[in-house]
Each structure stands twice: as structure tokens, then as C-alpha cells.
């Protein structure tokens, strides 16, 4: 259970650092942040599977598969979000106050 804290909170501190710092990353249009955030849920949910599918290989070789493709899709979901956060914001006229 702490792992899984730890790991999610990690993920989520490292998509906030990279929204501040690739600033031209961002989408430039609500419709775009939508398309990122579809592609970042089905990216956490194919992660997720390939989990799954190898649950019985040695610890060593799941860590390895768990910090190399499912931490960087959950990044990448968590970036979407606060991307999408960022277009309801813009949209609501709520940004910049």
C-alpha cells in the first residue's frame, strides 16, 4: 500500500514539475487536452494489463517493467489531467485570477 502511495504521488509531482517547465507542451486548444487525456487513460489502462499479464515473472524483472512503461503512462495521465484542469479553467474564465 505504501508503494502504491508513494509511487502515485511521485507520478503526480513529476507531471506538475513537467507542466512548470515544458511550458510549450501544453495543448493549445480544450479539445486537444480532451484528446490527451483519452490517450493518457487508455495508455494507464493498457499499463495496467501488461501488469497483469506478467505477474509471475521475477520481482527484479516486474519492478523494472513497473518503473519503465507503467510509471512514465501514469506521468503522462496525470499530465493530461492537469492539462485538462488548465482548458476548464480557460474555459470557465477562472485562469489567470
Not at 34 to 50: Q, S
Not at 78 to 89: D, E, K, S
Amino acid at each position: 500500500m505504501n508503494f502504491t502511495l508513494t509511487l502515485t504521488l511521485g507520478a503526480a509531482l513529476l507531471a506538475v514539475w513537467l507542466d512548470g517547465r515544458f511550458v510549450y507542451w501544453r495543448p493549445q486548444s480544450p479539445s486537444a487536452a480532451m484528446t490527451h487525456g483519452a490517450i493518457g487513460a487508455l495508455a494507464v489502462l493498457g499499463a495496467a494489463g501488461l501488469l497483469v499479464l506478467i505477474y509471475g515473472i521475477p520481482q527484479a524483472a516486474f519492478m523494472a517493467v513497473l518503473l519503465c512503461v507503467f510509471l512514465p503512462a501514469l506521468v503522462y495521465a496525470l499530465l493530461a489531467g492537469v492539462w485538462m484542469l488548465r482548458a476548464l479553467a480557460e474555459l470557465t474564465g477562472l485562469a489567470g485570477r
